[in-house]
């Protein structure tokens, strides 16, 4: 896994500013719609949602007036002394950050969405631990492995953190939606008819017709989801020796 520092860190200078525009610059500038999906890697619920329903927006071309943006951060949190705690494990936070790294190293979104779709997939089938083939099976390199060795990753995840901590309202669960700055909260299953709604642009993509019609309405009312965890922040806060007020959490700025 080592590989040259150097052509990494040329790497992550030419993507980081690319990376981190904010999403209210895209869209002042166009009629492009934002789409905001907030998750963590090893919720079912995240993975079935971007394997079966966010793809879908490839397939029937919405993608083309959509800024994706993938935030892999969640319900994670970040102790005291600034290691991350993940809902589902070690595991987790290692993937997540994965995402993080391929985000930020591959920012066409057609590339770095292929490689979260199958680690999702994988996960999906219980087998993420062989997230590793995903480079391959998607055509990229492997630099994010190294993204996350030297510790950038974290970098990068902290300010998922802080994006993520910064939501208002607070996201109660994930995946969590936002359109052009909308919630979509317990609807987000009907993120596409958003879409078509949000765009101003004329004329509309053709997938909009069939979604705005009054018959799709509803049709994807009721999805699970994973909540965020108070109880086991709580209990991770006590067992430190000093007791972390709730807000620290959100600081992010921790080493
Ligand atoms: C709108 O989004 C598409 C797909 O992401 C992109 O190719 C296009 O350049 C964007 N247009 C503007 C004006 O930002
Ligand atoms: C966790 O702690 C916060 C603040 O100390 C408290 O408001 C909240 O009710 C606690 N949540 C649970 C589930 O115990
Ligand atoms: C950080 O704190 C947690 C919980 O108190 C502990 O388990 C972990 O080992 C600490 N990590 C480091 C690098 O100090």
Known sequence: MAASPRLFTILVLANV??????????????????????????????ANFIVNYLVKIFRNGLISVVNLRM????????????????????DECLLNTIEACTITIYPDVVRHFR???????????????????????????????????????????????K???QLNPNHRFVPWVVVNNQPLQEDYGNFMTYICKAYKGKPKPEACRSLLSPSTEKANSV????????EARNLTSLTTAEKIPRSAKASGTSH
Do not use: M
């Open 71 to 90: 935030l892999p951060w969640g319900n994670a949190w970040i102790q005291s002394n600034g290691t991350f705690l993940c809902q589902h494990g070690s």
């Open 223 to 230: 999805h699970p989801v994973c909540y965020v965890d108070d």
């Open 17 to 46: 500013l690319l990376s981190f525009t904010t999403p209210a610059a895209y869209s002042r500038t166009s009629d492009n719609v934002t789409v905001s999906l907030y998750y963590e890697t090893l919720c079912p619920y995240c």
């Open 163 to 165: 994006e993520t901590a």
């Open 115 to 161: 490689f979260i779709q199958c680690v999702e997939g994988l996960a999906l089938e219980g087998k993420h631990s062989e997230w590793i083939n995903c480079f391959e099976k998607t055509g990229l390199g492997t630099v994010p492995i190294d993204c996350y060795n030297t510790g950038y990753g974290n970098v990068i995840e902290q300010k998922y953190a």
